[in-house]
Structures are given as C-alpha cells and as structure tokens.
C-alpha cells in the first residue's frame, strides 16, 4: 500500500492523442513530449499509452530518456531535442534516433565517429534559447551534406516564444515568417528539407494552418490547456469545444489525526493558530515530493469529496489539513492534492495561481520517487466500496 501516489489514465491520454489525430489529419507526424518524466506523468507509463493512442512519433530531452525507452521496447520514432554532450554522443549509436543540432562541433565529432544519425536544425527566430540564424544554419547543412558518415539532414525546427501567454499573435507570426524565409534560404541553396516543424500544443490547438510537416504536442497531450490564454484564442478561432482530459491525479493517504484547542500553533513557524478547536489530520506529503511550499496556509485537499484547507507550513515530507468540518474522515482515508473527489476537482492550474506559476511546473515537479500507476479508468481504480477508506479498511 503506497502512502503518496499518481494515478495516470491511460484512456485519457489515449483519447488526447486520437483528438490531435483529429485536429492535424493523417498526413502531419503527430509528436507527444514525454520529457521531464512525462510531464510528471511518468516517461515509460505515458509513452505506452501515447503509442497505444496513435503517436508516431515521441519526443525526448535527454539521451537518458530515449535509452530508457529503447529499453523499455518503445519501438517508434524518437526526436531527441535536448543537448547531447560531446562526450555522449558514441551513445547514439544503436537507438536510431533523430536529433536536434546547432553545433558545428556536434557534427563534426557525429561525423568523426561515424554515426549514422539523422538531424534536425534548430533555427533561432526570437526565443534565444537553441538555435541559430539562417545564415549559420545554411552553414550546418553545408555542413551535413559534406559529412563523410551517416549523417544527414532531416529537419528544420524552431520553438515559439510567445503564443501561449497572450492572446495577440504578432510575435508567433513574426517568427513563423522568419522560419519560413529560411526554409526558402536552403532550398535555393540545393538542400531537401523531408520535415519542418514549428507548432508545440498551443500552435496546434490554435493555427490548423501551419502545422508544417510534423507537431510537438506537450502538455496537452497531458490533458492540459497550455495556459488560460491559449483557451481564449481557442474560442475566438471557433475550437472551444476541444475536450482535453486531463490524466494525472496526484493521491495521499491520512497518516495521524488529532484534536487541537482553540488558540494553538500549527506547524513550523507559528504561521497558523486555531480560532476554535480543531481536528487536524497529518498527510505525509511535502515540498521534497513536489508540493509547493508557497500552498501553505493557502490551497486545499480534497478530502472525502470536502474541500480541507492546508494549515501551517507545508513540510519537507508532511502537511497538516483541516478535517473539523469533516467528521467522517478516518485514518488511511484517501486525499486527492490534484484530481476529482466526489464532486469536486482539485486542478494543476489551481495550484498554478496559488503558487504563483503554471500547470506546467505544478506537474512536472512531482517527484520521481512517486509511484506512477497506469490505470483504464481512474474513476474505477480504486478496488473497495468506498472510496475514500483504504481498502483494508471497513
């Protein structure tokens, strides 16, 4: 029996894939990110599920992750669009990955080795993160295409740096006209480009339009609204019925309850004293496990379908909640910190506002350390009749 727990729905992912299929057609290479330990929703259990829903491809941050998966029998296509130290890049050989460049180091050493690999250019059109301009990427496909080894050139890609967090798009246009002229730039100079791609979940909730020949569908493939913003502009644009299911539902358990007087502290810097007498249960959930602190004295649980506020600070390891208004809740019971309880829904962008940041950070801190556990239906997963008891539990 797990005290802290995610339960992951696989149907949920699965139906998020089957409605991108939807949306880009069956012509565009449908990409789901399952970087940062898939959102937070586990590498191996969401990449699974993503290929069982129809992905055909599966994008990666680190060597790390696509190793994983290869171990794992993930069999499809893998984009690897993190760095890759020099020093790794003998890792490559055997995993037939295709692989984001910028460097000329990286290709000469790719090429000193050997390694058959298929690349991609990272273009720079105004996120000055990875990247380079047309003219140096001109460079790099010269570059490729006078390698010795196996190398060649399979795409060009940037990265939008403005889309999600307005509802004006001059920017995003801008740099799609930046990424298009190049695009122009190597075809004039004698190189085939087989895949270009520029949309992330945002742009391909957003602009049917300019899908290109392949989208990297993030957080959405999670079940999860880029941000508020990107649900404004689905609306203005005639998507707002685009039905997401969010998958993730993050779970504890009631590890100690107790009675305190009116005008007692709780927990560490005397931050909260109760008004009244109060039942306080324990949870042994922390910061260290991916809570966020700044939810002290702020957020809530969900608690036998009942809202429970947070008091005190949130602890390394533990939290305490209040149940006073609670009465039937018991040792063991199961609180949701995200997901749907009864009625009610604890969501990652509620955690977003009350921590001051967005749903993207709020799932992919959970900790790796928690049990991931892939399920058909989340609203069955729980093997007794009731389903706030612990199943050992009467």
């Keep these: 029996m797990s005290l802290v727990w995610c339960e992951i729905d696989e ?13 880009v057609g069956p012509d565009v290479i449908l990409a789901l ?23 055909d491809w599966l994008s990666v941050h680190s060597i790390e ?45 790719l090429d000193e080795l050997g390694t058959s690999v298929r690349l991609h250019i990272k273009l720079e059109t ?45 920017y995003a246009r801008q740099q799609l006209d930046v990424f298009s002229n190049a695009v122009r730039l190597l075809e004039d100079n004698g190189h085939t480009i087989p895949i270009k791609h520029l949309s992330n979940s945002a ?39 685009i039905n997401l299911q969010p998958a993730l539902q993050w779970k504890t358990r009631i ?16 931050t909260f004293m109760t008004s009244h007498d109060s039942r306080i249960a324990i949870l042994p959930v922390g910061y260290f496990d991916g809570l966020d602190r700044a939810l002290s004295n702020l957020g809530y649980v969900l608690c036998r379908g009942k809202r429970a506020s947070i008091r005190g600070r949130v602890c390394m390891n533990m939290m305490m909640i209040d149940v006073t208004d609670i009465p039937e809740a018991g040792l063991e019971d199961v609180v949701v910190i995200l997901g749907r309880q009864g009625s009610d829904e604890v969501t990652a962008e509620q955690h977003g506002d009350w921590a001051g940041t967005i749903n ?6 959970i900790g790796l350390h928690v049990p991931r556990q892939l399920v058909e239906d989340v609203e069955q997963a729980a093997d007794h009749k009731d389903p706030y008891r612990a199943p050992n539990q009467s």
């Design 11 to 23: 149907a949920a992912l699965i139906h998020n894939v089957r409605l991108f299929r939807a949306l």
């Design 33 to 55: 990110t399952v970087k940062a330990n898939g959102y937070g929703h586990g590498l191996v259990e969401s990449a699974r599920a993503f290929v069982r829903g129809g992905a």
């Design 65 to 109: 992750d696509a190793e994983a998966l290869r171990a794992a029998g993930i069999a499809i296509p893998i984009y690897l669009m993190g760095p890759v130290g020099l020093t790794q890049l003998a890792r490559l050989n055997g995993l037939d990955l295709r692989m984001v460049v910028y460097n000329r180091e990286t290709i000469e050493r």
């Design 126 to 170: 105004g996120n000055n993160r990875q990247g380079v301009p047309s003219h140096d990427a001109l460079k790099l496909a010269n570059m490729i295409a006078a390698a010795h080894s196996g190398l060649s050139l399979d795409g060009l890609c940037s990265h939008f740096a403005n889309i999600e967090d307005t509802t004006d798009h001059r």
């Design 203 to 241: 742009a391909t909730l957003l602009w049917p339009d300019q899908q290109f020949d392949l989208v990297r569908v993030g957080i959405s493939g999670y079940g999860l609204w880029p941000s508020k913003e990107t649900q404004i502009a689905a609306s203005l644009v005639g998507r707002s019925t």
């Design 255 to 270: 590890v100690q309850i107790k009675n305190v007087p009116a005008g007692q502290f709780i927990g560490y810097g005397c």
């Design 360 to 365: 993207y950070e709020v799932i992919s801190r």
